[in-house]
């Protein structure tokens, strides 16, 4: 049962403007689910069987060059959906799902997501105002990956983060999530190499810094300057 729930999912925009019997009336219809840091969620070609948002952890959408190589599209947080173009259109998952941390999500299948959207129509705006959101995001990651040095990208998607994800600190905008300069350079699409002759400058510069294994950004006016 998911009763113990309920704090959570009033987070949750799909949810947030439903009653506590609505959201009582939602609970067969969802499952918990957790997944180890490193499992694949959904790959993509699959079919889309679910429908799915973060409880606790951070999901990474990725999809593979032709080369070979990962490049990660899209964190995804705590409240966030994923799973969704595919789930409502009824293709393909385009992209691969994976837990970046140990983490634990929500899921509704496919049919069950179109009985909700029946009994609450609201949810089919909120869930595509999300969607335009997102895709907007991968559109403009994979922009900048075609069009723009390394140095841009990274500054563009540290800022990124500290928008979706940051919070106050006494060194400045700590981003609250644990990555490596592996998983920078897979979001930009360049090499670990590089990701780390990139930070080195920034933190020469006294743009970035590290604490507790996160970065702060220091000086997001000195950061914007590379990524405009």
């Given at each position: 049962m998911l009763g113990s729930m309920k704090t959570p999912l009033k987070k949750v925009a799909l949810f947030k403007?439903?009653?506590d019997a609505e959201l009582k009336e939602l609970e067969p219809y969802l499952a918990t689910v957790k997944f180890?840091?490193?499992e694949t969620i959904f790959s993509e070609g699959e079919p889309p069987e679910w429908f799915y948002f973060v409880l606790a952890g951070k999901i990474k959408i990725t999809k593979l060059s032709?080369?070979?190589?990962?490049?990660i599209l899209e964190v995804i947080s705590p409240t966030d959906?994923?799973?969704?173009?595919a789930v409502i259109r009824g293709f393909p998952y385009p992209a691969n799902a994976v837990?970046?941390?140990?983490?634990?999500v929500v899921r509704i299948s496919r049919k069950n997501l179109m009985r909700l959207v029946d009994r609450f129509p609201n949810l089919m705006y909120l869930i595509a105002m999300q969607l335009g959101d997102r895709m907007k995001s991968s559109y403009d990651s994979l922009k900048n990956i075609a069009l723009e040095r390394v140095e841009a990208r990274i500054a563009a998607l540290l800022l990124k983060l500290a928008g979706k994800v940051g919070?106050?600190?006494k060194d400045g905008t700590l981003i609250d999530m644990r990555l490596t300069k592996q998983d920078v350079a897979d979001m930009v699409g360049t090499t670990?190499?590089?990701s780390i002759r990139t930070f080195s400058k920034f933190k020469k510069q006294g743009l970035v810094t590290e604490s507790g294994g996160k970065f702060v950004i220091r000086d997001k006016a000195g950061l914007a300057s590379f990524s405009s």
């Open positions: 403007d439903l009653s180890k840091k490193r032709h080369e070979g190589k990962e490049i959906i994923f799973g969704g173009v837990a970046m941390e140990d983490s634990e919070v106050s600190s670990v190499e590089t």
